[in-house]
């Protein structure tokens, strides 16, 4: 009986189980197949739980499009997108917004939005679209090389040809500066890049949307997985199976590819898909003994190390009453006479506090870069201080801390009001995905020294078969066992980096070239 090829995939996560979905369904039981998943749960990167009664997201929260997207058409055919569970469907939108800048004081619309249409038409111009709101600009991206020089030179030409009266201690220019970056906070956590210097413009026009409206799951991202991975036997994901080294580039054909387990164990397989995140890869190739053996071939090495990889990490916290407003936060600069220094540094780069949905008595923060590193390292109740503390400053309330004469469980803003105005946070959850080890952050960008191509250098799988470098052990290229070493996962993908469905897409392709390489029906 002819032995089975042994596929064996690294990571249960969205490229990973997409990756062993179509193997399994589409081979006839041509492969011995096994997903292995360093954690204690399927899912990766996407990570639905529970707060406050309520559905959340940990990690992946959005179907970023509904027009075409993979992961759009797999929700609503399994029926995810509609739930009588209350779930973070972020229903009151910035659209509904109110402005708030340190001071204490609102800012009328009128101001906010056509420095938000500035922002929005700068980046659809970085991004390759026409748009006439900023054609009178002319020559800003002549020269660009990054997003936030580009965008500051889009604001810095609005700016010469505006004027307006200011706000209190605010010129009408300083304060179209802080919305203007209040803006490009948000965009650091679309993107992860702790400062939007740091991404490649010429790269951004290559990152492609799906049309229509983004919209989250409401029986959570991890209903997808399920279904990736319900058409699965039994025991081909193996739960708290850890990968300490790839060994590979071996002549042999029993089994070219040997993986080694943090339990000492050892498995020999003819192909590998490794869908571990970029960060994962980055410390692999950084530490002394090294992910793979030998160790990658320069071309995969130099693509791991230039290409960025952030954090992004979310906070919810749970208020003592329904109908909280979705805020906008803007901050004065760091060199103002006006700032309010008892507002944490960490909580300066956030954009927005806004409740999951309409009747929510949770409300949920990004953080990005250092912020979102911070943030993980912080108590509950620094947390909760820092929180309240510029809900304060930013809206004029009166804030009571436990050191004031009427000391308060957890801490509260009041507005000088009766009990009902009381706003007190009665509990804390965030994410951990900079310190998580089987993560260490959350999605790619393209950074400046770096291009879509090694997004391509990622993709290819190892040995370069006929091509130089990269061959592992094997010298003799008609000993060579292809296809050994395969890579899937959101950075492997040129348009659709540090998304789902891209993550999606990669596992497709990987499962497709195994499939046309064993020349399997599919």
């Not at 308060?408 to 009041?414: A, F, K, M, T, Y």
């Amino acid at each position: 009986m002819t032995k089975k090829p042994r596929i064996v995939i690294i990571g249960a996560g969205m490229a990973g189980l997409t990756a062993a979905n179509e193997l399994y369904t589409h081979s006839n039981s041509t492969f011995d197949l096994s997903v292995v998943e360093g954690g204690s749960r399927i899912g990766g990167r996407i990570n639905t739980s529970e707060f406050s009664s309520e559905r959340i997201e940990m990690g992946a929260t959005w179907i970023h499009g509904i027009g075409g997207s993979p992961v759009y058409r797999i929700a609503e055919e399994t029926g995810s997108l509609v739930s009588d569970e209350p779930w973070e469907c972020m229903d009151s939108t910035v659209d509904k917004a109110r402005t708030f800048v340190e001071g204490g004081f609102e800012v009328d619309p009128s101001i906010v939005e056509p420095v938000s249409g500035l922002f929005n038409a700068l980046m659809e111009l970085a991004q390759g679209k026409e748009n006439d709101v900023v054609l009178g600009l002319g020559g800003i991206y002549e020269n660009a090389t990054n997003v936030g020089s580009f965008l500051k030179s889009g604001f810095d030409a609005y700016c010469s040809s505006n004027g307006g009266e200011g706000y209190g201690t605010w010129s009408r220019r300083s304060l179209e500066e802080a919305i203007f970056r209040m803006f490009s906070n948000t965009q650091r956590t679309y993107t992860s890049a702790d400062d939007l210097t740091t991404l490649d413009y010429a790269a951004e026009s290559e990152y492609q949307m799906f049309p229509g409206e983004e919209i989250t799951i409401a029986k959570g991202y991890v209903s997808v997985i399920h279904h990736l991975a319900s058409v699965l036997p039994q025991g081909v994901i193996q739960l708290n199976r850890r990968v300490t080294k790839i060994e590979w580039g071996s002549c042999e054909k029993e089994g070219p590819v040997k993986l080694h387990f943090s339990d000492g164990s050892l498995v020999s397989a003819d192909h590998v898909i490794v869908t571990v995140s970029l960060g994962v890869l980055k410390a692999g190739i950084e530490s002394d003994e090294g992910l793979f053996s030998p160790p990658l071939p320069e071309f995969k090495s130099d693509a791991i190390k230039r290409l960025g990889y952030g954090v992004v990490n979310k906070l919810f916290v749970e208020v003592s009453q329904r109908h909280f407003p979705s805020l906008q936060l803007v901050f004065d600069r760091e060199d103002s006479e006006f700032r309010f220094v008892k507002i944490p540094w960490w909580m300066r780069r956030t954009a927005t506090i806004a409740p999951i949905h309409s009747n929510s008595k949770v409300l949920l923060s990004w953080f990005a870069g250092k912020e979102a590193l911070e943030l993980e390292k912080l108590t509950d109740e620094e947390i909760i201080d820092g929180v309240l503390t510029t809900i304060a400053c930013l809206t004029g309330k009166e804030v009571r801390k436990d050191t004031d004469t009427k000391p308060l469980v957890n801490g509260s803003v009041n507005n000088g009001n009766d009990d009902d105005e009381v706003l007190r946070i009665t509990k804390v959850l965030k994410s951990r995905w900079g310190g998580d080890p089987l993560f260490r952050g959350s999605y790619s960008y393209v950074a400046v020294g770096s291009s879509g191509d090694d997004l391509d250098a990622m993709a290819e799988p190892l040995p370069r078969v006929n091509k130089k470098g990269g061959q592992g052990n094997c010298h003799d290229q008609n000993k060579v066992h292809e296809l050994q070493v395969m890579f899937a996962g959101e950075a492997t993908h040129r348009t659709h980096y540090s998304t789902t469905h891209g993550a999606y897409y990669s596992g497709l392709r990987e499962a497709n070239r195994l499939l046309k390489h064993y020349k399997c029906d599919f």
